[in-house]
């Protein structure tokens, strides 16, 4: 299984330094049966941009960390049955607790178990940014003009 997982507005102390948050990535993958056995740091072309790859066996875990943007796109692949990817997923996004998220779900083992092999997609908002949008929604539907 294939998750891609798309965070924004992620808490900056976990995004400044690389270090800690690969430390923390491969404990929270040791945790959840995902094996890593190598991992790799990659500077992006401004200082302050970052790859993380991590090996495992059966698998990967990639993130593109940004954190003067606070986003972080992550992928999360295994085929090893003992790993659980989806609570692997779950916990990295408690960690950087992002504003917003975009989880996708691809099954890339079997092609031929599933008819329709579109992408399962999730999203989440916190409540301020829901109850932000329902006010500002509600202030254009009061001062629109109205007719007589």
């Given at each position: 299984m294939l998750i891609a997982i798309d965070m924004y507005n992620c808490k900056e102390e976990h995004l400044e330094d690389s270090r800690v948050l690969s430390e923390s990535i491969v404990g929270l993958a040791e945790k959840h049966g995902m094996a890593p056995h190598d991992t790799q740091i990659y500077p992006e072309k401004n200082a302050l941009d970052y790859a993380l790859f991590i090996a495992c066996y059966g698998g990967h875990i990639t993130f593109h960390v940004y954190p003067d943007r606070g986003y972080v796109g992550a992928d999360v692949f295994t085929i090893d049955e003992a790993a659980?990817?989806?609570?692997?997923?779950?916990?990295i996004t408690k960690f950087l607790d992002p504003d917003r998220l975009k989880v996708t779900y691809v099954e890339r083992q079997d092609y031929g178990r599933q008819k329709d092999m579109k992408?399962?997609?999730?999203t989440r908002s916190k409540t301020i940014n829901r109850m932000r949008k329902v006010n500002e929604k509600f202030m254009q539907f009061m001062l629109r003009p109205r007719s007589m």
């Open positions: 659980d990817p989806d609570r692997f997923a779950r916990a992408p399962r997609h999730r």
